[in-house]
């Protein structure tokens, strides 16, 4: 069965260098999600992307973050100068036909981040 | 505001008993409901899944998920658990948008 991946399955960086998680969604799907969970909290949703475009964020979501799909297959976060709060579990998920439609997400493994 | 809310934290059941997780959402018109699997150190795995029809939901791993839309509840169930369902178990709801919204969890606990 198709599956996302994730890569590293952990990524230590010192705090204010920049980070990038990289994920290959499922190959014939067309929204790409991250997600994070701090360690003992709720997964908060933090972006959607489709057609080459952020369709949704949240608060969570500054500047400090950004998304894209560099080729085909790869979807990837980064953080620009990371804090000691961005230390998380980061999942990425990828779904055929987005939210609305009765497609679920699939996730990955996830990148536990550790910043020090 | 949307919202999702799984009352117990914790439970601890035995090995062959059955199981209920509860789950509640809160939202405008009914949601998208998802029950998702996090064994420890791994990532989400879908369970089963609500988009409209019969209100009791067929998953992966002999689990079942009945929708009350008097009661805006999505309870997961298993007549009898094995030693490897232990993990922790997100109700999940989309709805209006193109994010999940998880609850915080229930990590389920088996006894021998």
């Known amino acids: 069965e198709p599956e996302v991946t994730q890569t590293p399955s952990h990524q230590v960086t010192q705090m204010g260098q920049e980070v990038i998680l990289r994920c290959v969604p499922i190959?014939?799907?067309?929204?790409f999600y991250w997600y994070r969970q701090i360690l003992g909290q709720k997964v908060e949703f933090l972006v959607s992307?489709?057609?080459?475009?952020?369709?949704?964020k949240s608060e969570i979501f500054d500047d400090q973050f950004s998304v894209e799909r560099p080729d085909g297959s790869n979807f990837t976060l980064k953080i620009r100068s990371t804090k000691l709060e961005d230390s998380a579990m980061y999942f990425c998920?990828?779904?055929?036909?987005?939210?609305?439609?009765?497609?679920?997400?699939?996730f990955g493994d996830g990148t536990r981040l550790s910043i020090l | 505001a949307q919202s999702v809310t799984q009352p117990d934290i914790h439970i601890t059941v035995s090995e062959g008993a059955s199981l209920e997780l509860r789950c509640n959402y809160s939202?405008?018109?009914?949601?998208?409901l998802f029950w998702y699997v996090q064994s420890p150190g791994q990532g989400l795995q879908l369970l089963l899944k609500?988009?409209?029809?019969?209100?009791l939901v067929q998953g992966i791993k002999g689990f079942e998920a009945e929708f009350k839309r008097s009661q805006s509840s999505f309870n997961l169930r298993k007549p009898s658990v094995h030693w490897s369902d232990a993990a922790e178990y997100f109700c999940a709801a989309a709805g209006g948008n193109e994010k999940l919204t998880f609850g915080t969890g229930t990590r389920l606990t088996i006894i021998p």
């Open positions: 609500y988009f409209s029809g019969d209100t």
């Open positions: 939202y405008g018109a009914t949601p998208y």
């Open positions: 190959s014939n799907h067309l929204y």
């Open positions: 992307f489709y057609n080459n475009e952020i369709s949704e």
């Open positions: 998920a990828s779904s055929l036909q987005g939210a609305r439609s009765n497609q679920p997400q699939h």
